[in-house]
Structure formats: C-alpha cells, structure tokens
C-alpha cells in the first residue's frame, strides 16, 4: 500500500512535471522535480523499491518525452538504486552528504544519458550538459538537503 501512494505521488510529480516546470528554464534548462522526488522516495525506500520507484518514473519520461526508448528507464532505476545504497538507513544521515550524493547521482545520470544518446546518433554539446548537469543536480541537491534536514527536525520533535 505504502509504494501505491508512492506510485501515485511520481505520478503527480511527473504531471506537475510536464504541465508547469518544463516550462519554466534556467540556462536553458528545465528543473527537473520528478528527479528530486525520486531521490527522496529513495531515501526513505528499501534498495528494491527505490529502483522500481525510479523505474517507474523513467517510464513516464520515456513514454511522454524518450526519443530512444529505455534510457530514462534505466537512468531513473540507476538514480533510485545508488541513493538508497547510499543512505544508511541505521544512522542520521547529514543533509550535506545528501544534498552531495544527489548531485554526484544526477551528474552520472546526466553524463550516461548524453553518452547514449551520442551513441543513438542525438546530437550534444558540453554547454548543454554542463547546464543540465548544474540546474538538474543542483536542484536535486536542495530538495534531498531540506527533506534530510527536515526529517531530523521532525525526529527530534517526536522524541521530546
């Protein structure tokens, strides 16, 4: 029940997505939220659920926007799958290292979609990627910040 709502809150994210931020550009690039959404189910997810999480939400992108089909699949499992392996779920994880492994992630994924596409004859430029890269990690790099930051504040409320 509890990857249902999580399924259903990609879904959401992915049509806010679509109607409202691909509009919006910063360098020319759109802020990507659904990866950000992604990372912070992640977070909270076994290893298992966070590659379907991503999984799903690839296919999403691949359905509405993949100009090579399964590559937004892959890329979305990959991110879900390394952040969960990243947070160690036994100990307090420092919004910082968060905020730094959602980054370090979305500038792989980034980086092996361009060479993909590259490889499928799309072409790519460094400036591009270098901007993508920039708003995209940055981006993802804040919300996991705040959500891990925010989530130890709650904790501590709790406790008390």
């Known amino acids: 029940m509890e990857n ?3 399924l259903a809150g990609i879904y959401i994210v992915f049509l806010l997505q679509s109607l409202i931020f691909e509009n919006i ?3 020319s690039c759109p802020p990507d939220i ?8 992640s977070v909270s997810s076994d290893i298992t659920s966070a590659a ?8 999403l992108t691949d359905v509405m926007y993949g100009k090579v089909f399964g590559i937004n699949i892959l890329m979305y499992m990959y991110l879900g799958l390394l952040v969960s392996l990243a ?3 036994k100990s307090d994880n420092s919004p910082l290292i968060m905020g730094w492994i959602s980054f370090v992630c979305i500038a792989l994924m980034e980086i092996v979609v361009a060479l993909l ?9 460094v400036g591009f990627l270098t901007a993508n890269i920039f708003v995209k990690g940055i ?3 804040v919300f996991a910040f705040l959500y891990v930051l925010l989530r130890e504040k709650a904790e501590k409320r709790r406790k008390k």
């Open 117 to 125: 596409k590259s490889m499928f004859g799309y072409p790519s430029s």
């Open 139 to 141: 981006f993802g790099a």
């Open 87 to 89: 947070v160690d779920k």
């Open 34 to 41: 659904l990866i950000a959404v992604v990372i912070l189910l």
């Open 52 to 59: 379907l999480l991503g999984g799903f939400a690839g296919l």
């Open 4 to 6: 249902l709502k999580k």
């Open 25 to 27: 550009r910063i360098f």
